[in-house]
């Protein structure tokens, strides 16, 4: 391929997702699918709810034999969790290893694309840190023994695995994640598998807003804001993402890639930043960057996946914010409207 056609390809795909409405294309995004409220839909009219988004891809925190079942034949890809508690036992004793992956994957393997199983969420740094390599070697081992190709294992780490992230360049993980990390990016690495991360410009902003600029973290801005060597970013998504990928080239690897597993905006809870406009535009944008392909700047040629934080308001989370980070409400009607 010419290099101007490469360069204009991902534009043009933007335009003509822009112009024939995002409802027209398959989503290539993922949307978080968590539970903690008391009167979302069932999972099939969740399923349907996917189906008539044409969302793609789904991440469940925590396996759910009536969510797994809805999402049997329906063509979604699915990246199933194990929760933080059962990281112990699972990275311990084979066993309950395999005793976990008999129960929720095994038996749905030729009904469901399962893409990635991930061992925990956000535990990189803390006391349970030291298990996910072990847990994701566990688990690993098994996939190799029934010869499940496609599927990947990684866990899901968020920014407090990183000491230093800004400008990107000076990306390096946290002395006190250090040791945990670099066991767990060999892995990957060996495993060809990517290491999902939880980005959340939002909380850059709404701690610090007279100091960030919103068109920064709401991919708004028209021009570059941070030159970084020789990289230039207009959005902080891009900008954290690189500076993962600079914390793993430090220690030596080079060829893992990020998937960002979380990202969204709140539109209430409290705050003069949680409003529907807000989460709307920073929601709106990260979709159209997933559809058009857009990498970050450090690895333009990778292909970045994304995955929305969240379905639906839980209102079960504790109050505020948390409660309102949504695409829907718990009747299926959009908070805003992201997909017209
Ligand atoms: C390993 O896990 C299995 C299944 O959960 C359990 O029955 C067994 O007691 C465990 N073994 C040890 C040594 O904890
Ligand atoms: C990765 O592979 C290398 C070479 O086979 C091996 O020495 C190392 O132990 C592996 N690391 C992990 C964390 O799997």
Redesign the pocket.
């Known amino acids: 391929m010419s290099s101007t056609l490469t360069i204009l390809l991902p534009s043009l795909l933007a335009l003509l997702h822009y112009h024939i409405g995002i409802t027209e294309a398959q989503l290539d995004i993922g949307v978080n699918y968590g539970m903690a409220g008391d009167s979302l839909p069932s999972p099939a009219t969740v399923v349907q709810l996917f189906k008539k988004y044409r969302i793609q891809k789904v991440r469940l925190l925590e396996p759910n034999s009536d969510v797994l079942e809805a999402l049997e034949d329906s063509g979604i890809d699915v990246t199933l969790g194990i929760k933080n508690e059962d990281l112990p036992s699972i990275a311990s004793n084979a066993t309950a290893a395999e005793r976990w992956f008999n129960n929720h994957v095994e038996p749905y393997i030729p009904v469901i694309n399962f893409q990635y199983i991930t061992a925990g969420n956000e535990v990189v740094p803390g006391d349970l840190a030291q298990y996910v ?1 072990p847990a994701m ?1 566990n688990i690993q081992n098994i996939i190799n023994s029934y010869e499940y190709d496609g599927l990947r294992v990684s866990t899901v780490v968020g920014t407090a695995t990183l000491g230093s992230l800004d400008p990107p360049s000076s990306g390096a993980f946290a002395d006190e994640a250090r040791a945990d990390m670099v ?1 767990i990016i ?2 990957l690495s ?1 495993t060809s598998s990517p290491l999902l991360v939880n980005v959340y410009p939002y909380f850059a902003f709404a701690s610090d807003p007279n100091h960030v600029r919103l068109d920064y973290v709401q991919f708004t801005a028209t021009s570059p804001l941070v030159q970084d060597g020789k990289l230039s970013y207009s959005n902080m998504l891009d900008a954290i993402v690189d500076a993962f990928y600079w914390a793993m080239e430090k220690e030596g690897v080079s060829y893992v890639d990020a998937v960002v597993s979380e990202s969204g905006w709140p539109s209430d809870g409290g705050g003069l930043w949680a409003t529907p406009q807000l989460a709307k535009t920073y929601n709106q944008h990260f979709v159209k960057k997933f559809l058009a392909k857009q990498a970050t700047p450090k690895r333009p040629d990778r292909y970045l996946e994304g995955f929305i934080y969240t379905m639906f308001n839980e209102n079960q989370k504790p109050s505020g914010v948390d409660q309102h980070w949504g695409l829907f409400y718990p009747d299926g009607t959009p908070v805003y409207p992201l997909f017209s």
């Open positions: 390599l070697q066991g060999n892995f060996n």
